[in-house]
């Protein structure tokens, strides 16, 4: 990895280009040089690790942990998603991490800086986007920003592959389409797994019901300190026009069924963020039941009211509703 000075302004603006205007999925990868991958992991891949911290603290605190030693990271590109999982599971007994991506030079880059941050991790490399040594062994498939780059074809060897998985972290944008489309897959792969996350259950969508077309399933990560106060993310913000406060992602976390309930069954999710108004809130919740619009009436739990405003409530509420309005909340008590 390079540093600040070492960044290659010109080669960002290109990748931007390119991740905005893409109309259709590309088999040519956008990384043409080392500069290329150095200065992405350093601001757009950090900008994804920082959705990968946010997932991966959700987890923890239900009590997840990984139960297989084996990892895949598919379509890995400079590795954020593996480096941000087994950073946050140091002790766990990891036996292998597979990188695959359709770019040469992005696995190369990867390796080394996975060699370099963890040097007793065996790290295998597949020319194959259906790795051989995948077969059989139930591990963790971690996929990340993928969706809008897959093909008819590579979406169904994905589909294929976390068929094979015992856990999936899966990881996209926080746009309408992807959102769409990760819940599209989770039908598919609902049969053979249980959901753990964002889904309090693992009935049909709620969002696929009439009347929720307009909906999507997407939350919100919480930026570290630096990315305001430390001035090359301001100038990164400022080039790339991006609200660097603004940090949306969907995701999805499947675990390979067995005979235990969801242990959230009673819970419903927050979609989104709440729409605060002069008094009140408007809350899109998902729980077994549906996907449906609640209010809260400040005077109704000033506390509560507070809490969601200033974005300290978390999304997992076990709500009290009377007369149609939420009027108190528990959430799951730490694991």
């Known amino acids: 990895m390079g540093d600040w000075t070492t960044i290659d302004w010109d080669a960002l603006d290109r990748l931007r280009n390119t991740f905005i ?3 259709s999925p590309s088999a040519t990868p956008y990384w043409t040089s080392e500069s290329d991958l150095a200065s992405y992991d350093m601001t757009f891949a950090e900008r994804i690790g920082w959705k990968w911290d946010a997932v991966l603290s959700h987890l923890k605190t239900l009590g997840w942990e990984p139960s297989t030693k084996y990892v895949l990271d598919w379509g890995c590109g400079t590795a954020i998603a593996s480096r941000r999982v087994l950073s946050t599971f140091p002790h766990h007994a990891w036996t292998s991490l597979t990188l695959w991506d359709h770019s040469t030079l992005a696995i ?6 996975l060699r370099s941050d963890f040097p007793n991790l065996n790290i295998e490399i597949s020319s194959s986007s259906i790795p051989q040594n995948w077969q059989n062994q139930q591990g963790l498939l971690l996929v990340s920003h993928v969706l809008n780059e897959l093909t008819p074809s590579s979406r169904s060897e994905l589909i294929q592959l976390a068929r094979q998985a015992q856990t999936i972290l899966w990881i996209e944008p926080g746009t309408y389409n992807d959102s769409r489309s990760l819940i599209s897959l989770r039908e598919e792969l609902s049969e053979d797994f249980t959901i753990l996350a964002p889904c309090t259950h693992n009935a049909t969508c709620g969002l696929l019901t009439e009347g929720n077309e307009r909906h999507w399933c997407h939350h919100f ?3 570290p300190t630096e990315a305001f106060t430390e001035s090359y993310w301001a100038k990164f913000g400022k080039r790339m026009d991006i609200d660097l406060r603004h940090l949306p992602y969907s995701f999805l976390v499947l675990e390979r069924k067995n005979d235990s309930p969801s242990p959230l069954t009673n819970f419903s999710r927050i979609i989104g963020a709440p729409r605060q108004y002069k008094g009140f809130a408007k809350i899109l919740s998902c729980q077994e039941s ?3 619009e609640i209010e809260l009436q400040k005077r109704d739990n000033p506390k509560l009211w507070k809490e ?10 076990e709500w009290e509703i009377s007369n149609a309005r939420i009027i108190g909340s528990t959430s799951p008590p730490p694991r």
């Open 290 to 292: 549906g996907v449906r």
């Open 221 to 223: 990560a919480k930026p």
């Open 308 to 317: 969601l405003r200033k974005g300290r409530a978390g999304t997992l509420h």
């Open 21 to 23: 205007h893409r109309k």
């Open 108 to 113: 190369q880059y990867a390796q080394r800086v």
